[in-house]
């Protein structure tokens, strides 16, 4: 099992090895992809701190339990163990007893009692758990004085979708979800999920999705290869049949891939993935509403349909509220 100092080692590796891929990713960032990657980076440094906050109580905790469970040591017999401890415990005896010679009329069931080594490990997990304790008992302190983050973005979120005239049409948080609210506004802006003529359910079409995703990175490697910290093969093989999350590479794909404008209404400035370049003025519109904290699972995707019924794709995204 992974030691704490071992776990600590590694969470500095990790942090190194993530500042080097945010600085790789902020300097290949153009002009159009700059905020998008910059949220994308923020995203990935909470992701880590809080992995690494969550691994560090539950190697504490365990590590506390397991010792709490080792067998007592420090009340053996100590009339078998030769130590300088011991030698030094039946010097100060024997002077004791030779010093008190007159015989006392009754004698304590304590002073039968073999002598108890102080248990110095105990005491440093005691410690260490009454620390822990206060710190947990900090933080909840500390989170009872922050302002709801889950009910904040939902209200940002509800502003922007009144002045831009949306509805929120729900989606299931299954790990598809930003795949399933692509497909819902592709249907809603009449444009194909696919040349393929082959039919399918509508809660079948983020299938469909996650294979222009998959076959548009696979088929342009240069350009997502560099932001992968695995395989390009292994992590498309993923997106195209897992329920992996999609992100903002996914984002991109599909912007380029369906020649759209995706746009993202969040708890913060709204958000455009744009297709290449030269596609983006007259590409149609689809939106999109972002959520971080309203879902249990994390990151959440809902689709954004027009309140009146039109197609929200000659929508003009506003400036935030």
Known sequence: METE??????????????????????????????????????????????????????????????????????SIDQSTI?????????????KANSINQVPHPSISPTDDLPFKKRNRQKERLARRAA?????????????????????????????????QGLI???????????FSAIADQLTQAGIPLSMNKKSCSEDQHYKIVRESAASYIDGHADDFAAWLDEPLTQYVEKIRNTAEWGGHLELLALARSYKVNICIIQN????????????AKDAPKIWLAYYRHGFGLGEHYNSLRNALGVDSSNLNPKIQI
Do not use: Y
Request: aromatic share 2%; hydrophobic share 25%.
């Open 5 to 74: 100092d071992e776990m600590k080692k590694r969470h500095r590796s990790e942090q190194k090895n993530l500042q080097a891929k945010i600085t790789q990713k902020k300097k290949s960032a153009t002009k159009k992809t700059r905020k998008g990657i910059v949220t994308e980076c923020e995203g990935l440094e909470l992701q880590l701190q809080e992995r690494q906050k969550q691994e560090l109580v539950k190697i504490c905790s365990e590590f506390a339990q397991n010792e709490n469970n080792a067998p007592d040591h420090s």
């Open 82 to 94: 030769n130590s300088p401890e011991k030698d030094l415990i039946e010097e100060k005896s024997i």
């Open 131 to 163: 620390e822990m304790e206060a710190a947990i008992e900090e933080a909840k302190q500390e989170a009872s004085n922050q302002p709801d983050s889950k009910l904040e973005e939902k209200k940002k979120i509800e502003e922007q979708c009144i002045a």
């Open 168 to 178: 929120e049409k729900f989606i299931r948080p299954d790990g598809h979800c930003l």
């Open 268 to 279: 913060g400035a709204p958000q455009t993935i744009e297709p290449i370049l030269d596609e």
